[in-house]
């Protein structure tokens, strides 16, 4: 069983004696900053000059400096950047301002574990990794509940990184739940592969094969909707709840009985093949490279993907589907960032 720690095995008194820099305003910095903020901790956001976000952090109540006069300020700084910018940040705004033995926070490893940010030894580097979207991270918290995190310690300098790590977890609402002891690597490694071949890779394909299935054989595209995309939240509901099993046993059992003799036939052996050779990719290194290097080009990949994802048929279905249901009013917006 992994090693966990909830509330008791943490001590806020460590962190409210520090005064922590949240670098960025977007889904996890917010969560972070206003979590931390109710936690008595002393907090600075770190934004660029002009950032959109500089008035909604304002308004909130924080204060708000820009990167390098937060980071010199500092005695933690988390980097809640987008991954492809962070050593950008680092190398201009964050490295020259650093105190030498101020403590680098990360909510993900991949700048560490694919080298493109490499601390002074000087530097607690400590990743506290809220496994949930930030906007409920906030949600949570204010509800006296908290998202489970996962924390890594990559380097000890101060010889308490650990007992900083917990401190801040705690001071977000993690330990409210229990935060699972990992590695950068572990964590960087299984979080690429989750949200590629299985959350946002596996299900997004999932679900496009299956609505051009049902669509190319003549049925109405609002009823394939229906059947390959809504019902998923519910069937991930249960899941969530009580694992397959609950799943299994709330659907009928006409449904339970095509799971066990159809879901092998589409989900082949082969598929687990793919999965492999996916997770070699980013083990060696070579997704980390295809994805900044695509970023540092303008993005012509990314942005020709995104393209065509949006322009898949589904999309126009759903989105006039979810505007005429009578509980649905409320505005689409995916400005707020991701989940995964
Ligand atoms: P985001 O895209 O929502 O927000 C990033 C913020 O950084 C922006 O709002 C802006 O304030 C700032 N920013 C953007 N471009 C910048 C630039 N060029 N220079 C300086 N500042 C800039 O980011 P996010 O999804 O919250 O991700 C932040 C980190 O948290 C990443 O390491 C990510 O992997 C990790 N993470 C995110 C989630 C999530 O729920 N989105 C969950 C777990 C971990
Ligand atoms: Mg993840
Ligand atoms: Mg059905
Ligand atoms: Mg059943
Ligand atoms: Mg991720």
């Given at each position: 069983m992994a090693e966990m720690f909830y509330d008791d095995d943490a001590d806020l008194s460590l962190i409210q004696n520090k005064k922590v820099a949240i670098i960025g305003y977007g889904s996890q910095g917010h969560a972070h900053a206003l979590n931390l903020r109710d936690s008595g901790v002393q907090v600075v956001v770190g934004l660029r000059e002009g950032s959109t976000s500089w008035n909604k952090a304002a308004e909130q109540g924080l204060e708000v400096a820009p990167i390098a006069q937060a980071v010199a300020s500092a005695d933690i700084v988390m980097i809640l950047t987008p991954d492809q910018v962070q050593r950008h940040v680092y190398a201009s705004e964050i490295a020259p301002n650093l105190k030498a033995d101020a403590a680098l926070f990360f909510a993900h490893g991949f700048n560490i574990r694919f080298g493109y940010i490499s601390p002074d030894a000087s530097h607690d580097i400590c990743m506290v990794a809220p496994k949930g979207p930030g906007h409920t991270v906030r949600r949570q918290y204010e509800e006296g509940r908290g998202v489970p995190a996962i924390v890594a310690v990559e380097n000890d300098a101060s010889g308490s990184a650990w007992d900083l790590a917990l401190s801040y977890a705690k001071a977000v609402g993690a330990t409210r739940a229990g935060v699972v002891k990992t590695t950068f690597n572990e964590e960087t490694e299984t979080d690429l592969f989750g949200e590629q071949a299985v959350l946002c890779g596996g299900v997004s394909q999932l679900i496009q094969y299956g609505f051009e299935t049902l669509v190319e054989a003549g049925y109405q595209p609002e009823i394939a909707y229906f059947e390959v995309c809504h019902e998923l939240k519910l069937i991930v509901d249960l899941i969530n709840e009580g694992g397959l099993a609950k799943q299994r046993w709330s659907c009928s059992d006409t449904a339970e009985y095509g799971d066990y003799v159809s879901g092998p036939r589409v989900i082949t052996p082969d598929v687990k093949d793919h999965m492999k050779d996916v997770l070699a990719d980013i083990q060696s290194g070579a997704f980390a490279k295809r994805f900044i290097d695509?970023?540092?080009?303008?993005?012509?990949?990314?942005?020709?993907?995104?393209?065509?994802?949006?322009?898949?048929?589904?999309?126009?279905?759903?989105?006039?589907?979810?505007?005429?249901?009578?509980?649905?009013?409320?505005?689409?917006?995916?400005?707020?960032?991701?989940?995964?």
């Amino acid at each position: 069983m992994a090693e966990m720690f909830y509330d008791d095995d943490a001590d806020l008194s460590l962190i409210q004696n520090k005064k922590v820099a949240i670098i960025g305003y977007g889904s996890q910095g917010h969560a972070h900053a206003l979590n931390l903020r109710d936690s008595g901790v002393q907090v600075v956001v770190g934004l660029r000059e002009g950032s959109t976000s500089w008035n909604k952090a304002a308004e909130q109540g924080l204060e708000v400096a820009p990167i390098a006069q937060a980071v010199a300020s500092a005695d933690i700084v988390m980097i809640l950047t987008p991954d492809q910018v962070q050593r950008h940040v680092y190398a201009s705004e964050i490295a020259p301002n650093l105190k030498a033995d101020a403590a680098l926070f990360f909510a993900h490893g991949f700048n560490i574990r694919f080298g493109y940010i490499s601390p002074d030894a000087s530097h607690d580097i400590c990743m506290v990794a809220p496994k949930g979207p930030g906007h409920t991270v906030r949600r949570q918290y204010e509800e006296g509940r908290g998202v489970p995190a996962i924390v890594a310690v990559e380097n000890d300098a101060s010889g308490s990184a650990w007992d900083l790590a917990l401190s801040y977890a705690k001071a977000v609402g993690a330990t409210r739940a229990g935060v699972v002891k990992t590695t950068f690597n572990e964590e960087t490694e299984t979080d690429l592969f989750g949200e590629q071949a299985v959350l946002c890779g596996g299900v997004s394909q999932l679900i496009q094969y299956g609505f051009e299935t049902l669509v190319e054989a003549g049925y109405q595209p609002e009823i394939a909707y229906f059947e390959v995309c809504h019902e998923l939240k519910l069937i991930v509901d249960l899941i969530n709840e009580g694992g397959l099993a609950k799943q299994r046993w709330s659907c009928s059992d006409t449904a339970e009985y095509g799971d066990y003799v159809s879901g092998p036939r589409v989900i082949t052996p082969d598929v687990k093949d793919h999965m492999k050779d996916v997770l070699a990719d980013i083990q060696s290194g070579a997704f980390a490279k295809r994805f900044i290097d695509d970023q540092d080009a303008g993005a012509p990949e990314f942005l020709a993907l995104r393209a065509k994802g949006e322009s898949h048929p589904i999309e126009a279905t759903g989105q006039a589907l979810r505007k005429s249901f009578g509980w649905s009013s409320r505005d689409e917006d995916y400005t707020d960032g991701s989940a995964a």
